[in-house]
């Protein structure tokens, strides 16, 4: 799942919370799982998921969690059909590592899904 960028939701010191964006220096290659097959018809039941993994370091104090970026040429690998499941596997063991990301708090009105402003990545 090609990506800017996600949000996290942080629980502030008053108990409110604040939106951050978190991206890297370019496109990221989220890893993700579906159930839909090449060919098949597209419809709401073949959605998708996003795998994710635990945080660490700093990442830690804006969520428990975090989604698999993949580098492009491992992502390349990750949606071949043909890559057996134990290769695919491991291939999540080699995503961006957590120092490649930065973040900053945003508006609140990032929270409303109609919200489609391109300020909605700036830094407040």
């Not at 499941?85 to 929270?111: I, M």
């Amino acid at each position: 799942m090609p990506a800017y960028g996600w949000y996290e939701w942080p629980v502030l010191a008053d108990g409110t919370k604040q939106p951050h964006y978190i991206h890297g220096d370019g496109p990221l290659y989220f890893a993700a799982l579906t159930a839909w097959k090449p060919g098949t018809e597209l419809d709401a039941a073949h959605g998708f998921a996003i795998v994710t993994n635990d945080t660490e370091g700093g990442m830690v104090d804006i969520h428990a969690r975090r989604p698999v970026a993949l580098p492009s040429d491992v992502a390349w690998r990750w949606i071949n059909p043909s890559y057996l499941t134990d290769d695919a596997r491991e291939l999540l063991n080699k995503g961006v590592p957590e120092d490649a990301f930065t973040w900053h708090p945003v508006r609140q009105e990032v929270g409303n899904s109609k919200y489609q402003l391109a300020d909605a990545i700036e830094p407040i």
